[in-house]
């Protein structure tokens, strides 16, 4: 049987006596299990000057080895700044470390570990790269929902009630969607999420009521072919009140999450976080256009997604439109 191990010392001591006896490298890896390829590949990588030495050979593997582990990819000007970039960007580590190796045909180039170590290198503090991360918070916190619209709303069907299979994620055109509030809840942002690809798309609103939160959602919708858009899941804030309108259009079924339970949308609630990193909480939307807003979406449907096997959202959207208008 060949062996696959590394040469080990007393196999190198065996390589040196058998080459002083005039033994031929095929002969050797004989007689050690060894492919005739390792053998030849140590005694030409490991000789000093032609001449093949246990003692030599053993230090230079050691030296190489140690060299090897020293080596940090982030040295490499082309991989700096790709990662610097992705970095400024808003990916994590994980994404940008994960797209290279997809990138790579599977073959990882660096790991997430090597940039936040990096990052948190005197060098990197220096350059302040910290202040890319995304911010955690390391205590739990109760999660709070906007207030419950009193009033009730008509034909209100239960999240219970939706297709096992929209859980799963396997088949696509099922939407979630909320709102984001701006300064004083005076404006909004209306945001959607499609639960398979993670896409993302948002609409300002000029008012969080329902007469704004359908037509943004129908504007949103609309605009993609019937099989992308099956179904919205929703909470049972007032912008929500008109959904029957959804159903008539656009001939999609809704369903609500039940009372102060986001979580049961929590797709579209982690985007919205996402969001928060560029438009913070008690922000004033007043000056924001729907034009910058687009902007936004589009660089977080950019980044890659460990869930998607580090595809972005907008890859995986546009993959699952072809296969439906195929």
């Not at 009521?209 to 858009?229: C, I, M, T």
């Amino acid at each position: 049987m060949i062996k696959r191990c590394k040469i080990t010392p007393e196999e190198r001591d065996r390589i040196a006596l058998l080459l002083a006896s005039k033994t031929s490298l095929r002969k050797i890896a004989k007689i050690l299990g060894r492919s005739i390829s390792s053998i030849s590949e140590e005694v030409k990588r490991n000789s000093v000057n032609g001449e093949y030495t246990s003692i030599n050979a053993q230090r230079l593997s050691e030296v190489r080895n140690a060299t090897s582990r020293k080596t940090n990819p982030l040295k490499n000007p082309k991989i700096y700044a790709y990662v610097y970039e992705k970095l400024r960007s808003g990916w994590s580590p994980e994404q940008i470390a994960g797209r290279l190796k997809k990138d790579n045909n599977g073959k990882s180039i660096i790991c997430h570990e090597t940039i936040y170590r990096y990052i948190y290198s005197s060098e990197g503090k220096k350059r302040n790269l910290s202040e890319y991360l995304v911010k955690h918070h390391y205590k739990r916190r109760k999660w709070h929902s906007r207030y419950l619209y009193r009033r009730g709303i008509a034909n209100r069907v239960s999240i219970r009630l939706r297709p096992k299979e929209v859980d799963r994620r396997k088949s696509f055109g099922h939407w979630e969607t909320d709102v984001v509030e701006g300064k004083a809840h005076q404006k909004g942002i209306q945001t959607l999420l499609e639960r398979k690809t993670r896409f993302f798309q948002a609409k300002i609103l000029e008012k969080i009521d329902s007469e704004y939160g359908v037509k943004a959602q129908y504007n949103v919708l609309v605009s993609f072919p019937k099989k992308a858009r099956k179904t919205l899941t929703m909470d049972n804030g007032k912008e929500n009140y008109n959904h029957q309108k959804l159903v008539r259009y656009l001939g999609l079924k809704t369903f609500f999450c039940d009372p102060y339970c986001a979580w049961q949308k929590g797709s579209n609630e982690n985007h919205n976080g996402v969001l928060r990193r560029y438009i913070p909480k008690k922000a004033d939307l007043t000056n924001l256009s729907q034009l910058e807003l687009d902007a936004i979406i589009e660089e977080i449907n950019r980044r890659p997604r460990k869930c998607l096997n580090y595809e972005t959202p907008e890859e995986a959207f546009t993959r699952e439109l072809k296969l439906i208008t195929i």
